[in-house]
C-alpha cells in the first residue's frame, strides 16, 4: 500500500494520481510504501506519459500489447483521463494491500491452530491421568 509520495501522505487513489501528476517526468520520487507490516521507500523516477502512448504506437509488433493494455487506462469520476502508470501504481497497491490482507489471516489461522493444538494437548493429558486414577482403583 502507498503510504507517502514524497512526504505527501496518500490515503486513497485520487491522492496518489493527483501527487504524482504534480511530479514532472524524469524526476524521481519517493514513495513510501507499507508491505507486510514494513515500511520500505522506493525511488522510481516518473516518466511521460506520451513516453508510453509512443511506445505503444510504434508498430504493429506492438498491437497486440496495445489492446492488452487499453484495459488499463480509464477515466476518474470527474471525467479526466487517469494516466496508465497511475493504474499499474493503484493496481498494484491493491495487489498489495489484499496480499497483506492475506498474510494477516493466515497468521490469525496459525494461531488459531496452535491454540487448537494446545488445547488438545491438554485433553488428552487430562484423560490419561483419569485413566491411571481409574486403573488404580
Known amino acids: 500500500m502507498i503510504v507517502s509520495i514524497n512526504g505527501d501522505d496518500v490515503s486513497n487513489p485520487e491522492d496518489v494520481i493527483t501527487t504524482i501528476q504534480k511530479i514532472e517526468p524524469g524526476q524521481q520520487a519517493e514513495f513510501v510504501i507499507q508491505r507486510a507490516g514494513e515500511s520500505q521507500t522506493l525511488k522510481p523516477t516518473i516518466a511521460d506519459r ?11 509488433q506492438n498491437a497486440n500489447q496495445q489492446n492488452q493494455n487499453q484495459g488499463l487506462q480509464g477515466s476518474s469520476d470527474f471525467g479526466e483521463e487517469i494516466p496508465e502508470h497511475a ?6 497497491r491493491r495487489v498489495a494491500e489484499q496480499h497483506q490482507r492475506i498474510e494477516e489471516r493466515l497468521d490469525q489461522v496459525l494461531q488459531e491452530l496452535q491454540a487448537l493444538r494446545k488445547q488438545l494437548a491438554n485433553t488428552n493429558a487430562s484423560g490419561k491421568s483419569s485413566d491411571r486414577d481409574n486403573s488404580k482403583d
Do not use: T
Open 50 to 60: 506520451s513516453h508510453f502512448v509512443a511506445q505503444q504506437q510504434s508498430g504493429p
Open 87 to 92: 493504474m499499474m501504481l493503484e493496481h498494484n
